[in-house]
């Protein structure tokens, strides 16, 4: 079983900045790449960000590349998300998640097995 924490979410303004955090326990997590995902209200989740298991490659969508960057810490079972310049169309709910097949990142929600609970990002404009 593995058991992810989302926090960091809030009120941003447009073109502000805000850090996300996912924090995992229960499982040997660094053996794990991981994915951020997002879900605006009344759209299917999306996919944002991903980085596997020794953070060595990264992958975005176009619609993040360039402002948002994520990293993991394997000391502290912890990835993170930094959104900069963010854009009112980046409010959703934030979710982590861990893959089916532990190396590999798809962009695909269904090869997720492990969720968070997620957290919300609000951009004002």
């Known amino acids: 079983q593995v058991q992810l924490v989302e926090s960091g979410g809030g009120l941003g303004q447009a073109g502000g900045s805000l850090r996300l955090s996912c924090a995992a326990s229960g499982r040997t997590f660094s053996n794990y790449a991981v994915a951020w995902f997002r879900q605006a209200p009344e759209k299917e989740r999306e996919f944002v960000a991903g980085i596997t298991f020794s953070g060595g490659t990264t992958y975005y969508a176009d619609s993040v590349k360039g402002r948002f960057t994520i990293s993991r810490d394997n000391g502290k079972n912890t990835v993170y998300l930094q959104m900069n310049s963010l854009k009112p169309e980046d409010t959703a709910v934030y979710y982590c998640?861990?893959?089916?097949?532990?190396?590999?990142?798809?962009?695909?929600?269904?090869?997720?097995?492990?969720w968070g609970q997620g957290t919300q990002v609000t951009v004002s404009s």
């Open positions: 998640a861990l893959p089916n097949t532990p190396w590999l990142i798809t962009r695909r929600r269904l090869d997720y097995d492990y």
